[in-house]
């Protein structure tokens, strides 16, 4: 009734120390249903006072489990698939890698990384045009040699 071997046998002593201060209100008939039944009230009792105290809830590991650790991992596990994508934009030349950066990464805008960079829009689009194709010898050359 506990659903803890720690707690029933909190509530067994307990029963064994009320049914010994009210023995002499037992008038006879079957002692072990006596028993049984002082145990039991004992365990409601115990019950009540744990639900005023304790409300019972299931164990979720998701709930329960402490945000450090979960945003730790989560952080492992961004960083392991990021890892092939940040080492072929490292390889890519300076002029495509700040062009996808901004694009990409930091999601601006054609017309704001031409406003803040290059000049015109269409400068940038070609850049991006030229990095596809830049984008796709990288792919090329590390599908072969995987890290």
Not at 28 to 45: E, I, Q, Y
Not at 75 to 100: F, Q
């Amino acid at each position: 009734m506990t659903r803890n071997e720690d707690d029933a046998q909190d509530v067994v002593q307990e029963a064994y120390l009320r049914a010994f201060r009210f023995f002499d209100g037992f008038k006879g008939g079957d002692g072990k249903a006596w028993l049984m039944a002082v145990v039991r009230n004992t365990c409601l009792t115990w019950r009540r006072r744990q639900k005023n105290t304790l409300t019972d809830v299931a164990f979720d590991e998701t709930t329960h489990a402490s945000d450090r650790a979960v945003t730790a991992e989560a952080g492992l596990v961004e960083e392991a698939s990021m890892a092939p994508l940040r080492n072929c934009i490292e390889s890519l030349p300076l002029e495509y890698r700040e062009i996808i950066i901004m694009r990409e990464l930091e999601e601006l805008s054609y017309r704001e990384i031409a406003r803040h960079c290059f000049g015109t829009d269409r400068y940038v689009m070609s850049r991006l045009a030229r990095l596809a194709s830049a984008w796709r010898s990288v792919l090329k050359s590390r599908k072969g040699n995987p890290r």
